[in-house]
């Protein structure tokens, strides 16, 4: 029994051994291998108990002072600034300063966001001390988050703490030493309640654990927060400061409120190519294009030097001017420019709508010059969808708007500053309202007054001039009507997602319903044409950007199923003219940092070219006579398809079609109708399909006559008269 005891005591001692031995080389292998290369789910792991523990008042341990000896102050950053981060001279002002010690900058900052708006920052990033449920957690104290339609639910507009005292706080790691200079902060986005933080202290970590607050000759800098909820507050640090982790620890709140937060912070990742986890994620782009925000005078200085560069392909014009007297400049790309080419479709894309959704302004403005470079490259896709399509790009519909954003940066103008007219108007929603004409006559099928199922006119109230409608709509819709477009996309932001109408449901006692077009089909393939070409749209791996997951429908979705909306650019384009238009939410932030524009575009720029590339998709054909002229404003129906289209003015006409086989008609006043079988293939390239149809007897009586200076009876009469002498002759 002794010398067994013996035995396991000394395998106890043993093992005890063996175990410390591990640990200690376990803690050298750990400081060996840098804290970015391990896995980051066991730092998770190994730091939970942190991350959720906090001291409660009666504790003597206070977490944000620093402890004697744990480290010293963090130094300031010795080396330079990232090369690629530029941001333009008007972003990211600074407040003023303040008796509390905040913080001043004489010179715009000179690093960009981290990335909480745009999710380049994960969930895995973000931590707090507590939060009140699930859906005010660390992962929703992005700066610029919406909440959802139905507050208290998983989809909530900020971060907010577990409980209001002093010892709340939340944190970003940003995965590598980062070089922070200020902080951006909101409250919380809500209808029904009013949360902000008014004050708060920044406190930098290398591990975690041990915390130093940033601080000035006076102590720790206690920085002004907000005032309201939406608009949002730049502060920026005295000094910069070099750590890995930066934490927010609020000192004050809205008094009637509870500690919520929305925040974004600038700071410059240091060089490490090291690092695997950025290398992986690294975005870069070839194009020797313009990466950055053009203001009004420097978007036209571009089209001139776009439209030097390639004066055989672009021309500029306008279509009209803003409420400020702004033209709205666009810019055409074809072969021929300025004129009008028979057979060859019309494509456009507009942008800025939404002053404050710049992201779209400046893709086309991108798009503009690499088409240019392209095709004087001799690439062969661009130089033949130049040759077969004239194109016409509108970077800024709301110039007013824009201006407003520009002014404030990409930062700091919130969700909505400059997103309407001057005088207060949604460009996007107000055009006329014609589902609600179609749809009635449809239901009153005995009504006297009847709808067309395509180019409704629009109504003379909208006419008027006392209607609400915006100068800027004014000019659309006139453009629209002047140039035959078959296809179009409007560029929007703060989503990633292409909508198709209809955006406006049928039933008028509900906000979302799915409520397809006759064309549905051909619409979900557009969307899906430009969201599975698209970088991000359809990885299902990516987190929403706010509360919509539109991952069940491949990054697409019908409007009206989303959001219903009464006289869309979407829907009246369908039903007034013959284009079929989409729109398309480029990314999640409305205005990302200039420094993001090169990743920006390689995530749009194959979508934006594919999605061209569909106006050659369908039919087309000539409608003439038996002499071979044109006719224009002929109907061109489709068996089964309750929609129809009207050949231009050449008699020219385009009609997007899915592959398959399609009885075809033409109808036109004066002449015999005619029908015929088309067949879409799959390869790209429009059917040619056309018609040649014969004038009707009674219109060539009515020629003959009318040349002779003589009109023809109506049959009608004629009977008519024929009976009154009948009866007459009776009596």
Known sequence: MIALSKKGSCSSQLCFALCAFGLALLGDVSRAVPMDDQDYYLQEISNRDHYYSFPYPGEEFFPFTEQPGEQGPIR???????????????ELKPKKSNKKGKSVLETPPDCPPLGLETLK????????????????????????????????????????????DPYQWIEVDARRLTKFTGV?????????????????????????????AVRNESGDVIFEGNS??????????????????????????FEEGSI??????????????????????????????????????????????????????????????????????????????G????????????????????????????????????????????????????????????????????????????WSLGRWTQDGIDINNNFPDLNSLLWESEDQKKSKRKVPNHHIPIPDWYLSENATVAVETRAIIAW??????????????????????????????????????????????????????????????????????FQKEDGTVNGASWHTVAGSINDFSYLHTNCFELSIYVGCD?????????????????????????????????????????????????????????????????RLLNPGEYVVGVKAEGYTAATKTCEVGYDMGATQCDFTISKTNLARIKEIMKKFGKQPVSLSLRRLRQRARQWRQQR
């Not at 994960?122 to 992962?139: N, V």
């Not at 309640?193 to 915390?211: C, G, K, P, Q």
């Not at 240019?372 to 708007?401: F, M």
């Not at 006692?509 to 070409?533: C, E, G, I, M, N």
């Open 260 to 337: 919520c937060m929305r925040l974004e912070i600038l700071g410059c990742p240091l060089p490490d190519p090291n690092n695997y986890y950025h290398r992986r994620n690294e975005m870069t782009t070839t194009d020797n294009l313009d990466f950055k925000h053009h203001n009004y005078k420097e978007m036209r200085q571009l089209m001139k030097t776009v439209n030097k560069m390639c004066p055989n392909i672009t021309r500029i014009y306008n279509i009209g001017k803003s409420n400020q007297g702004l033209k709205l400049y666009a810019v055409e790309i074809s072969d021929n420019p």
């Open 590 to 654: 409305k205005y990302p940092h200039e420094s993001e524009l090169p990743e920006e575009w390689e995530n749009n720029r194959e979508s934006l070219i594919v999605f061209m590339e569909q106006v050659h998709r369908g039919i087309k054909g000539i409608v003439k006579d038996v002499h071979g002229k044109g006719i224009p404003n002929a109907i061109i129906s489709v068996e089964g398809v309750n929609h129809d289209i009207r050949t231009g003015a050449d008699g020219d006409y385009w």
């Open 121 to 164: 920052i994960t969930d895995f990033q973000l931590h707090a001390s507590t939060a009140k449920r699930y859906g005010l957690g660390a992962h929703r104290g992005r700066l610029n988050i919406q909440a959802g339609v139905n507050e208290n639910d998983f989809y909530d507009g900020a971060w907010c703490a577990g409980r209001n």
């Open 228 to 253: 309201e909820k939406e608009i949002p507050v730049l502060n920026m640090l005295p000094v910069p400061l070099v750590a890995r982790y930066i934490r927010i620890n609020p000192r004050s709140w």
């Open 480 to 549: 629209m009507e002047k140039i035959p477009f078959v296809l179009g996309g409007n560029l929007q932001g703060g989503e990633l997602v292409v909508a198709y109408p209809y955006d406006m449901v049928r039933s008028m006692w509900k906000t979302q319903d799915y409520t397809p077009t006759p064309d549905d089909h051909v619409f979900r393939w557009l969307a899906y044409s430009y969201a599975s070409t698209h970088r991000l749209m359809t990885d299902a791996r990516r987190r929403a950007c706010h509360t919509e997951d």
């Open 339 to 414: 004129e009008h080419e028979v057979g060859e479709p019309e494509f456009r894309y507009i942008a800025g709508a939404h002053g404050n959704e710049v992201l779209g302004r400046e893709l086309i403005l991108l798009l503009m010059q690499f088409m240019c470079q392209e095709y004087l490259a001799g690439n062969p896709r661009i130089v033949h969808l130049i040759e077969d399509t004239r194109i016409h790009l509108l970077p800024s519909v709301n110039p007013d708007g824009y201006d407003k954003a520009y002014k404030a940066g990409s930062e700091l103008g919130g």
């Open 76 to 90: 300031a950053a010795e080396t330079e600034e990232h090369p690629g981060f530029k941001p333009s001279k008007k």
């Open 184 to 212: 951006i902060t909101q409250g919380r986005n809500s209808l029904w309640s009013s949360n902000w933080v008014t004050s708060y202290r920044v406190l930098v970590s290398n591990d975690s654990h041990a915390w130093t």
